[in-house]
């Protein structure tokens, strides 16, 4: 029993780190912890006990709701770079346009 328990705190201390990267908005970090966590979960296969599976859920609704913190962090700077695209395009046509209108002081 005591590799179960050991394996429960494991997967806590999985979920408390994917946690603690998310708010903080540190998503190599947050890479870091998933790809570590895929290869310990590959490694040790399936649960020992009931401990162990009720862990890992946790962890599972814990990576579940991190991961939806990451698709809209995703679309939040998708649609600023928009926004700066655009303002860019627009500042670029106005540069156009004032080169254009100056008078030729030659």
Excluded: C
Aim: hydrophobic content about 35%.
């Amino acid at each position: 029993m005591k590799a179960g328990k050991t394996s429960t705190e494991q997967w806590h201390r999985f979920g408390l780190a994917l946690q603690k990267f998310a708010a903080e908005q540190d998503w190599a970090r947050v890479a870091q912890i998933d790809s570590k966590m895929q290869q310990r979960l590959r490694a040790q296969g399936k649960p020992s006990d009931e401990e162990e599976l009720q862990a890992r859920k946790a962890l599972a609704q814990i990576h579940h709701q991190v991961l939806g913190q990451l698709i809209s962090a995703r679309d939040l700077l998708a649609e600023e770079m928009d926004r700066f695209q655009q303002q860019r395009e627009g500042i670029n046509a106005y540069r156009r346009t004032e080169l254009s209108v100056e008078p030729d002081n030659h």
